[in-house]
Nanobody, 121 residues
Framework: QVQLVESGGGLVQAGGSLRLSCAPS????????MAWYRQAPGKQRELVAG???????NYADSVKGRFTISRDNAKNTVYLQMNSLKPEDTAVYYC???????????????WGQGTQVTVSS
């Protein structure tokens, strides 16, 4: 059973930085897209940043210029570097990936368990 394992969340003061990491556990064939979402209390889950396997990235307007998504395809790992954090960035951050387990199976959408990011003012 493949799971996405996240790490790097925590408590930070406004203006600080955190880096989130996410990688699948278990054997896989390939990963197409990888992305980070977040969900704040009482709000819907929203896309923060995404990255395709060939390096195309996209960002929510609210994080442009502050967050950077990157991938290490050799390690099947996606990172989210978060700088200049604001209290409104406080949320549970979820990793998402379209993963093909074998060369003959279609990609399936996996979610991580979520990691809490809290930014204090």
């Amino acid at each position: 059973q493949v799971q996405l394992v996240e790490s790097g969340g925590g408590l930070v003061q406004a203006g600080g930085s955190l880096r989130l990491s996410c990688a699948p556990s278990g054997s896989i064939f390939s990963i197409l897209s990888m992305a980070w979402y977040r969900q704040a209390p009482g709000k819907q889950r929203e896309l923060v940043a995404g990255a395709t396997s060939d390096g195309i990235t996209n960002y929510a307007d609210s994080v442009k210029g502050r967050f950077t998504i990157s991938r290490d395809n050799a390690k099947n790992t996606v990172y989210l570097q978060m700088n200049s954090l604001k209290p409104e960035d406080t949320a549970v951050y979820y990793c998402n990936a379209a993963v093909a387990l074998t060369p003959h199976t279609r990609p399936y959408n996996y979610w991580g368990q979520g990691t809490q990011v809290t930014v204090s003012s």
